[in-house]
C-alpha cells in the first residue's frame, strides 16, 4: 500500500536580518541544513504491520509525516495506494494533538462531515459508534480533551483517525506517553481494529519490546537512513547491522537480570552534519577505512531480509 522510494527530506534554516548582516560584514554565518531522511527506500504491503525503529532523532517522525504527505519529500518518491483521506496519523502526545477548546464530539466528528461520510443529524450516533469501538463510553462525548486521562485521550485520537474510515493507520510513538499498564491496553486495541477493520500499520517506536509483538516486519533507522529490514522473529533472533546488534543488546530481559546497562558508544552524530560514509561508522565497533570513506548500499542478505552493512561483502 505504501512504498518509499529513494526518499531524502532536508530541513533548511534561513538566515534572520541579524544572521545576514553578520555574514555581510564577514562572520562565518551560513544557512542550517538538517538531514531528516536520507535516501530512505522500504515498502508496506496491505494487512502488514510494519515497526519503524531507532533511537531519537533519526529522522522516525519525519517518515511518519511524509508517508501522510504532511511534509513532502526533497528528493526521490512517496507512492500510496489510495486516497488521501485513506491514510490518517496517530501523534505522540494525545493531549497537545487535541484542540483543548473542542469537545470530544466535535473532535472526532468534524473530519467525517467535511468528508460528506456523515450529516449533521447522523453525526451523534456516529461519533458514538467510534467511541465505544475504541473502549470509550459514548456519554463522555460532550466533555473536554483536559477531563480525561491520558490513555482515554490516546482512544480519542484513534477514534479520530478512524473517523474518516482509513485502510492505513501511521502510529508516531502513539504509546511512548502512557505507563506501562495503559500502554498493553492499548496496544490490544489496536490489534484488535487489525482483525475487525482489516487495518495496515506503520508502527513507529522506540521501544523495541513493543515493536517485536506488534509487527510483523521491522525496518531500523539510522541517522535518517534504513540500515536493516527484517521479519520481526529473525530480526530479533539473529540482527545482522551492528546498530540493530548493539540495541537489541540492550532490550531489558529477565534472563539478563543482574547485568549492567551499557549504552551504545557515543554520541548519535548532529544531522547537521553526518559523517561521511556510513554514519554509524564513529560508534561502530567492527568499523574499517572502507566504512568511513563509502556509504553501504542498502542489500538483500537473505530472503526477505536487508542490511546496509559492508561487512556483508
Same mark, same amino acid.
Given at each position: 500500500?505504501?512504498?518509499?522510494?529513494?526518499?531524502?527530506?532536508?530541513?533548511?534554516? $534561513?538566515?534572520?536580518?541579524?544572521?545576514? &548582516? +553578520?555574514?555581510?560584514?564577514?562572520?562565518? *554565518?551560513?544557512?542550517?541544513? %538538517?538531514? =531528516?531522511?536520507?535516501?530512505?527506500?522500504?515498502?508496506?504491503?496491505?494487512?502488514?504491520?510494519?515497526?519503524?525503529?531507532?533511537?531519537?532523532?533519526?529522522?522516525?517522525?519525519?517518515?511518519?509525516?511524509?508517508?501522510?504527505?504532511?511534509?513532502?519529500?526533497?528528493?526521490?518518491?512517496?507512492?500510496?495506494?489510495?486516497?488521501?483521506?485513506?491514510?490518517?496519523?496517530?501523534?505522540?502526545?494525545?493531549?497537545?494533538?487535541?484542540?483543548?477548546?473542542?469537545?470530544?464530539?466535535?473532535?472526532?466528528?468534524?473530519?467525517?462531515?467535511?468528508?460528506?461520510?456523515?450529516?449533521?443529524?447522523?453525526?451523534?450516533?456516529?461519533?458514538?459508534?467510534?467511541?465505544?469501538?475504541?473502549?470509550?463510553?459514548?456519554?463522555?462525548?460532550?466533555?473536554?480533551?483536559?477531563?480525561?486521562?491520558?490513555?482515554?485521550?490516546? $482512544?480519542?485520537?484513534?477514534?479520530?483517525? &478512524? +473517523?474518516?474510515?482509513?485502510?492505513?493507520? *501511521?502510529?508516531?510513538?502513539? %504509546?511512548? =506517553?502512557?505507563?506501562?499498564?495503559?500502554?498493553?491496553?492499548?496496544?490490544?486495541?489496536?490489534?484488535?481494529?487489525?482483525?475487525?477493520?482489516?487495518?495496515?500499520?506503520?508502527?513507529?517506536?522506540?521501544?523495541?519490546?513493543?515493536?517485536?509483538?506488534?509487527?510483523?516486519?521491522?525496518?531500523?533507522?539510522?541517522?535518517?537512513?534504513?540500515?536493516?529490514?527484517?521479519?520481526?522473529?529473525?530480526?530479533?533472533?539473529?540482527?545482522?547491522?551492528?546498530?540493530?546488534?548493539?540495541?537489541?543488546?540492550?532490550?531489558?530481559?529477565?534472563?539478563?537480570?543482574?547485568?549492567?546497562?551499557?549504552?551504545?558508544?557515543?554520541?548519535?552524530?548532529?544531522?547537521?552534519?553526518?559523517?561521511?560514509?556510513?554514519?554509524?561508522?564513529?560508534?561502530?565497533?567492527?568499523?574499517?577505512?572502507?566504512?568511513?570513506?563509502?556509504?553501504?548500499?542498502?542489500?538483500?542478505?537473505?530472503?526477505?531480509?536487508?542490511?546496509?552493512?559492508?561487512?556483508?561483502?
Amino acid at each position: 500500500m505504501l512504498s518509499f522510494e529513494n526518499v531524502s527530506k532536508r530541513f533548511v534554516r $534561513r538566515l534572520d536580518a541579524i544572521e545576514r &548582516l +553578520a555574514r555581510r560584514l564577514g562572520a562565518g *554565518v551560513s544557512e542550517h541544513t %538538517v538531514h =531528516a531522511v536520507d535516501r530512505v527506500s522500504f515498502e508496506v504491503a496491505k494487512g502488514e504491520v510494519v515497526g519503524l525503529v531507532g533511537e531519537s532523532g533519526c529522522g522516525k517522525s519525519t517518515v511518519g509525516r511524509l508517508a501522510c504527505g504532511l511534509h513532502e519529500p526533497t528528493d526521490g518518491r512517496v507512492r500510496f495506494e489510495g486516497s488521501k483521506r485513506a491514510i490518517q496519523m496517530i501523534f505522540q502526545d494525545p493531549f497537545a494533538s487535541l484542540n483543548p477548546r473542542m469537545r470530544v464530539q466535535e473532535i472526532v466528528g468534524e473530519a467525517p462531515r467535511v468528508h460528506g461520510l456523515v450529516d449533521a443529524k447522523g453525526a451523534d450516533d456516529y461519533v458514538a459508534g467510534l467511541l465505544r469501538q475504541v473502549g470509550l463510553d459514548p456519554a463522555m462525548r460532550s466533555r473536554y480533551p483536559h477531563q480525561f486521562s491520558g490513555g482515554q485521550r490516546a $482512544r480519542i485520537g484513534i477514534a479520530r483517525a &478512524l +473517523a474518516v474510515q482509513p485502510a492505513f493507520l *501511521v502510529c508516531d510513538e502513539a %504509546v511512548a =506517553a502512557l505507563d506501562v499498564s495503559i500502554q498493553a491496553q492499548v496496544l490490544n486495541l489496536f490489534m484488535d481494529l487489525r482483525e475487525r477493520l482489516g487495518l495496515t500499520y506503520l508502527f513507529i517506536s522506540h521501544d523495541l519490546g513493543v515493536v517485536r509483538h506488534l509487527s510483523d516486519r521491522v525496518v531500523v533507522m539510522y541517522l535518517g537512513r534504513v540500515v536493516e529490514s527484517a521479519p520481526a522473529a529473525e530480526l530479533y533472533a539473529t540482527p545482522n547491522h551492528p546498530y540493530t546488534q548493539a540495541l537489541l543488546a540492550e532490550v531489558p530481559r529477565l534472563d539478563r537480570r543482574g547485568r549492567d546497562y551499557a549504552p551504545i558508544r557515543g554520541e548519535i552524530p548532529s544531522p547537521l552534519a553526518p559523517p561521511p560514509g556510513c554514519h554509524f561508522h564513529p560508534r561502530c565497533p567492527h568499523a574499517t577505512a572502507r566504512c568511513r570513506e563509502a556509504a553501504p548500499e542498502l542489500k538483500q542478505i537473505a530472503n526477505g531480509r536487508l542490511s546496509a552493512c559492508h561487512l556483508n561483502g
